[in-house]
């Protein structure tokens, strides 16, 4: 077998592995996304019910509240965000490393086998 063969082969699974890491990504930062969202409109529709409930609210306090929390939260996801996307760079660093060692030692092997 030519060993370009083998280079290929392997270069095609580090591709289709490169690919299933971003799909994982994708699909974790989707997943934050909604889980998000269903809190902030659960929130929302609190809201809604506390403004009109039968008895008289505060109105003010009630709306000043919600902002606060809703600020708060947006924040934090924020910040979720940003720990997703570190986690998913570090863990893109470490598997391209493994994969430029392998493709070195592939290599060196190669050139002493000639």
């Given at each position: ?75 934090k996801e ?9 986690k998913l ?26």
């Amino acid at each position: 077998m030519p060993p370009f063969a083998n280079t290929s082969k392997k270069l095609i699974r580090a591709t289709a592995a490169m690919q299933a890491h971003s799909m994982r990504a994708l699909l974790r930062y989707q997943i934050e996304g909604v889980s998000f969202l269903k809190r902030r409109f659960e929130d929302d529709l609190k809201l809604i019910e506390k403004l009109t409930e039968g008895e008289f609210v505060d109105a003010f306090d009630v709306f000043a509240n919600f902002v606060q929390n809703a600020t708060s939260d947006y924040a934090k996801e924020a910040g979720k965000f940003a720990s997703i996307g570190a986690k998913l760079a570090s863990e893109t660093a470490g598997q391209v490393r493994q994969e430029a060692e392998t493709t070195m030692d592939d290599m060196a092997a190669a050139t002493l086998a000639t």
